[in-house]
């Protein structure tokens, strides 16, 4: 098995130097962001803490979380802990309403980006001898870029395909010789599914590496994007309010995504008392970054539900390993890559006249692609209007979700009081996928 390693200066660290690393780049972010980013100040004031107050990694519990709500209360630059000057990129991603998180990166951040990026790639394969296809949309999205720097920094070619033209895609993997192709794990299940309409023995094409991302997926889906393309197909985690995707990869043992703890400090809470838990336990991921210049995060709470291992790797590798994520502590919805709150849908409903408040949205997986169906409630007037009237109001809400979520959806009206009310919290979401 092939095992270059990127950096094995900083991956392959004794623990209790990645310890000594770690507190000094937190402490020195703890100032940073103390200094410049009042909600910080106004958090840690609250709490009677300075960063002075931290002298140990254990420490770190004292700390306040930081969550998207904060996010959003600062829009859009109220986060920075630089002026907009020093500022060289920015990124967003979906938030809870329709403002969406704002990102920034200064210089040195794109540097640390890349060389984080270059690091889960070397470690699936990738080499300066490769073409890289992209196959993520590009655009405001962390997912495309954050691949595209991480292969130039290796070497290798990339081909800025971004997402669909199915066809097209295939071509250019022909054509280019593509070696690795990068994209949701959904849609290379689509790719496959078209080479073998078109006839094509996917031997013939010069695939060898897959990197996915941008979505939950099975053990199962690995082993049948593995045979249908001929290829190695690996995973890798990030989220746009950290940095992007460079958080952690798998190396070629496929035995958990390797977290760079030399700019994140992982740790795993109980998502209802917030208690961190020790080692091995399944909870909520949390994330510090300790290298991040422009928008730092302190204790960030991802809401995803993992555990992490700290057992050093067959492939050398000290950092400790984090399990494909195993759902959500919250009500966010991964469709297509894309983040979904029910939240949001809710927003553009009941802004329009003639929808009740009652809907509910059902997720299912047709083929390889998610599809997402909003069963909305609407008055009598509405639901025995002619089929003509019915149809223009169906597509105007269809038209209105979309904008705001940046993903196709299904609307499928219903008739008042056909939705199950329940005690408490309602059941907004039916997830029939099976992943």
Same mark, same amino acid.
């Given at each position: ?13 004794? !623990? ?26 106004? &958090? ?6 300075? +960063? ?11 700390? *306040?979380?930081?969550? &998207? ?33 704002? =990102? ?23 080499? $300066? ?8 949309? @590009? ?36 054509? @280019? ?7 949701? *794990? ?21 695939? &060898?590496?897959? #990197? ?10 690995? !082993? ?20 992007? +995707? ?32 020790? +080692? ?6 949390? #994330? ?11 204790? @960030? ?55 009740? +408040? ?12 998610? =599809? ?8 009598? $007037? ?11 109001? #169906?597509?105007?809400?269809? &038209? ?11 609307? /499928?009206?219903?008739? *008042?009081?056909?939705?199950? !009310?329940?005690?408490? /919290? ?10």
């Amino acid at each position: 098995m092939q095992n270059i390693i990127w950096d094995p200066q900083h991956e392959c660290m004794l !623990r209790d130097e990645i310890g000594q690393l770690q507190l000094e780049r937190l402490q020195a972010t703890l100032n940073r962001a103390y200094k410049n980013v009042t909600c910080y100040r106004t &958090k840690f004031n609250g709490l009677g803490i300075v +960063p002075e107050d931290i002298t140990s990694l254990s420490d770190l519990a004292k700390l *306040p979380f930081t969550t &998207k709500e904060d996010l959003r209360l600062n829009y859009p630059y109220g986060m920075f802990a630089v002026p907009l000057r020093e500022v060289v990129r920015i990124h967003s991603s979906s938030g809870t309403t329709g403002k969406p998180t704002v =990102v920034g990166y200064t210089k040195n951040d794109l540097k640390t980006w890349s060389n984080l990026v270059a690091r889960f790639m070397t470690a699936a394969g990738v080499t $300066h001898d490769d073409v890289v296809q992209i196959a993520f949309g @590009y655009g405001l999205f962390t997912g495309a870029f954050g691949l595209h720097y991480g292969s130039e920094t290796i070497g290798a070619a990339v081909i800025p395909m971004s997402g669909g033209n199915t066809e097209k895609q295939i071509m250019i993997m022909q054509d @280019y010789k593509s070696t690795v192709l990068v994209c949701t *794990p959904s849609y290379a299940v689509t790719i496959a599914d078209r080479i073998e309409k078109l006839g094509i023995d996917p031997k013939t094409l010069s695939l &060898k590496v897959g #990197l996915f991302g941008g979505e939950p997926w099975s053990e199962s889906m690995r !082993r049948e994007i593995e045979s249908r393309l001929s290829i190695s197909a690996t995973d890798n985690y990030g989220l746009s309010e950290v940095i992007g +995707p460079g958080v952690a990869g798998e190396c070629g043992y496929k035995c958990g995504m390797h977290i760079f703890e030399d700019a994140f400090i992982p740790e795993i809470i109980d998502p209802e008392t917030c208690a961190v838990l020790p +080692p091995g336990s399944v909870g909520e991921l949390v #994330l510090t970054t300790i290298s991040k210049e422009a928008f730092p995060m302190i204790r @960030y709470r991802t809401r995803d539900i993992t555990s992490l291992d700290y057992d050093v790797c067959e492939c050398g590798r000290t950092m400790v390993r984090m399990k494909k994520t195993m759902g959500r502590s919250d009500d966010m919805l991964i469709i297509k890559g894309v983040n979904v709150f029910p939240s949001q849908i809710e927003e553009v409903l009941v802004a329009i006249e003639g929808c009740e +408040p009652h809907y509910q949205l059902v997720v299912d997986r047709k083929g390889a692609m998610d =599809v997402l169906e909003v069963c909305i409630e609407v008055t009598e $007037h509405i639901f025995f209007d002619e089929m003509k009237k019915q149809r223009a109001f #169906l597509e105007m809400v269809e &038209k209105k979700i979309d904008s705001v979520l940046g993903v196709g959806v299904t609307v /499928k009206l219903v008739e *008042p009081n056909s939705i199950p !009310r329940n005690e408490g /919290k309602a059941s907004r979401v039916i997830d029939k996928r099976r992943l």
